[in-house]
């Protein structure tokens, strides 16, 4: 095999690194959302409603590199959970507003001891996993394809 061919191994892929990456982050927070009644979608929901609400669909799917139509039953979920409401808003009726219900502001006191036990399970520190994820930022977000 030439150098060339190495190119094509399995583990010297960068997309079979990310995407094996992100299934582990996801099983990494599965134990630690549970006890707040959050899967990790719905958690990411609730970190940009934290930073800002309320907020439109499209907002939020933006803010969340989402479609809509991927965001919106997230939403739904947590509003069946009692954490969102959503409202027409009184600007422009045919824009509904997602916002924090006072159950959903409250888990947010929870919520801060995640990243704390995000680090003792992974063994990095805030500046190593800072490091990461601007390792990533070329690959994060949204893509215009």
């Not at 990456?21 to 006890?35: D, K, M, Q, S």
């Not at 809509?68 to 409401?85: C, D, I, M």
């Not at 009184?90 to 824009?95: G, L, N, P, T």
């Not at 916002?99 to 680090?119: F, K, N, S």
């Amino acid at each position: 095999m030439t150098e060339r061919d190495d190119l094509l191994k399995l583990d010297n892929q960068l997309c079979f690194a990310i995407v094996t990456a992100a299934r582990n982050v996801v099983a990494i927070y599965r134990p630690v959302l549970e006890p707040l009644g959050l899967t990790h979608p719905q958690y990411l929901v609730m970190l940009a409603l934290w930073e800002e609400s309320p907020r439109t669909l499209g907002d939020l799917a933006s803010a969340l590199a989402l479609e809509p139509a991927t965001a919106s039953p997230l939403v739904k979920r947590l509003e069946a959970q009692g954490y969102v409401r959503r409202e027409r808003r009184a600007d422009d009726e045919r824009r509904l507003a997602i916002g924090l219900t006072e159950e959903g502001a409250a888990l947010r006191r929870l919520a801060l001891e995640v990243p704390e036990q995000i680090m003792a399970r992974t063994g990095l520190d805030v500046e190593r996993l800072t490091a990461i994820r601007d390792a990533l930022a070329p690959f994060a977000g949204s893509v215009d394809a």
